[in-house]
């Protein structure tokens, strides 16, 4: 790795702006005798991690030791942290990313079969409801235990964890600024840092693996299915992106909220004949997303809004054409019944018998029977696995409410307006006054399964999804939807449906960080294959 030295800033000139609850003064600066743009943060030059005219080079001397301790081991890392990732960032709060890098790559040793020219960069991201989101650090998780960046820095990864704005973000002029697709940009943006720095920090960031939950989950499915793609670039030229490849080489998602546009339906083909519910509250509570049960009963017209979305369902399924575990179309008659209903029950059967293989006591659930078989147990009674097991969670709309209430709403607002319908069916039967829609390009940004047939975008080689069977945050079909899609492109895909496994992630870090070392090391860096390819002159 190159060594650099501490950059001197000079203010030259400023224009005020504002941004949250800060006051942003955009200006130019001379950064070592070289002009470039920065930020002033309530009358404060930001540090700047840069050691050339290039404002966005990683500065591989600024960092502060750190011991990071896993069952009873410590390991001596180098922690960078809160370094911006754009040269033009709206939010440095959010827009900021933390690096950690293992002492052991500058001393030229190995941790787990890596070095520092071949450990993979795992990138996890703390997006949760659509909301702000600041960069992880080394710390512990919901378990108790040490989270998913001490984990990974023991197994000899590098660790590169970004923030990103979010829904609910607002200056003191009263303009939104986290709105779609402003999350997705900041972490493209942010895979552009490491791959622009990829000469001088330790790493391969042609193996970044990104990781999520829910809607972090989705901003990781968005990164592995947009890689490079031109409809991000506005966005990520305004930011001053660094002008790297934003493509990315393996995907871990859990529990996706994604495919908005078609996840009311999903929801309701699943559950429409559910009618209690408990509905989760979303807030923010000092940065942290907050979650809290209110229980209820489905009125007449919510009953009537789900049966009427559980009737578009089929028609969505049909047009995909997609192909199952058995070689079958996938496929739904009028009345939500047909192969592809098998498909999600027999993702469902293979995590009741994963679960019966690790010594789970089933016995209790009247909705299984058994079979003699390698795999014995089955979902005997779906309707009641999901009246009595997975539940309802939220009321139809699920995702697009009709009065705008849903956060999904919230992401879809503009820079002037809060809460946007984004689906035909919630602007045909919107209740709020003056409702807005979301224009058909920002909803596009947002799905993963608009970009997987575009030959423009690179696709993640390797994916891992994991969706909860007892998750009823979003629909069964949207995670299968995806993994099978991928599947029938020839991607590597390990998709699971874990039994009694609500709506979180995280919960399997040991299977998780072995599957990324199966990748990580089996499969060569597509840079290097096409490296090889063009020395051949192939």
């Known amino acids: ?216 989950g989705a901003m990781t499915a968005l990164l592995g299915a947009t890689g490079d793609s031109a409809d991000y670039e506005p966005y990520l030229q305004k930011l001053g992106a660094a002008k790297a490849s934003d493509s990315v080489f393996a995907v871990s998602s859990y529990c996706p909220i994604t495919n908005l546009e078609h996840a009311d339906m999903a929801y309701e083909w699943q559950l429409a004949d559910v009618v209690d519910y408990k509905k989760m509250s979303i807030s923010m509570l000092d940065y942290n997303v907050k979650r809290e049960l209110v229980p209820g009963t489905l009125t007449d017209g919510e009953k009537q809004t789900a049966q009427a979305l559980k009737q578009d369902f089929p028609s969505y399924v049909n047009g995909l054409k997609l192909i199952g575990h058995d070689g079958k179309l996938l496929t739904l008659d009028k009345d939500g019944n047909g192969s592809f209903k098998d498909e999600v029950l027999y993702h469902l ?16 659930y009247a909705f299984l029977a058994q079979k003699k078989s390698a795999e014995p147990y089955y979902i005997a009674d779906y309707s009641e696995f999901l009246k009595a097991y997975t539940g309802r969670s939220k009321t139809p709309p699920a995702f697009d409410a009709l009065d705008l209430s849903a956060g999904e709403n919230n992401l879809f607002g503009d820079n002037a307006t809060d809460n946007r319908h984004f689906t035909a069916f919630g602007v045909k039967h919107s209740t709020a006054t003056d409702a807005k829609v979301a224009d058909a390009q920002t909803v596009k940004l947002m799905n993963p399964m608009a970009y997987l047939d575009d030959k423009t975008a690179n696709t993640a080689l390797h994916w891992r999804i994991r ?72």
């Open 349 to 364: 059967n293979k995590s009741v018998n994963t679960a019966h293989k690790q010594g789970v006591d089933l016995s209790s």
């Open 467 to 538: 969706h909860g069977a007892k998750d009823s945050d979003i629909g069964f079909a949207i995670p299968v939807i995806l993994a099978t899609k991928l599947a029938n492109q020839g991607k590597n895909v390990d998709f699971a449906m874990p039994w009694d496994k609500g709506h979180g992630g995280d919960y399997d870090l040991d299977e998780l960080f072995a599957w990324v070392d199966s990748v990580a090391k089996q499969y060569p860096n597509p840079k290097s294959i096409n490296q090889i390819k063009k020395s051949q002159g192939d």
């Open 1 to 216: 790795m190159k060594s650099s030295f501490k950059p001197i800033i000079t203010a030259m000139s400023a224009s005020l702006a504002l941004a949250g609850c800060s006051t942003i003064a955009s200006t130019i600066a001379t950064v070592n005798n070289n002009p470039v743009n920065i930020s002033i943060i309530d009358g404060k030059l930001p540090t700047v991690t840069t050691s050339t005219a290039n404002a966005l080079q990683f500065d591989v001397n600024n960092y502060k030791p750190l011991d990071v301790t896993v069952d009873n081991q410590t390991i001596k890392v180098r922690a960078y942290e809160n370094i911006a990732y754009v040269a033009n960032p709206v939010d440095t709060a959010y827009q900021s990313m933390n690096i950690y890098i293992p002492e052991s790559y500058f001393e030229d040793k190995s941790i787990n079969g890596y070095t520092a020219a071949t450990a993979p960069i795992f990138m996890p991201n703390a997006v949760g409801g659509y909301m702000p989101a600041k960069p992880m650090t080394v710390g512990v998780g919901r378990d108790g235990k040490p989270n998913s960046v001490a984990q990974a820095l023991h197994r000899g990864m590098i660790v590169a964890s970004a923030g990103a704005r979010g829904r609910t973000l607002k200056s003191e002029q009263g303009e939104y600024y986290g709105k779609a697709p402003a999350a997705i940009v900041d972490l493209k943006a942010a895979v552009r840092y490491l791959k622009a720095n990829d000469g001088v920090m330790a790493g391969d960031a042609g193996k970044i693996i990104v990781n999520g939950t829910s809607a972090g």
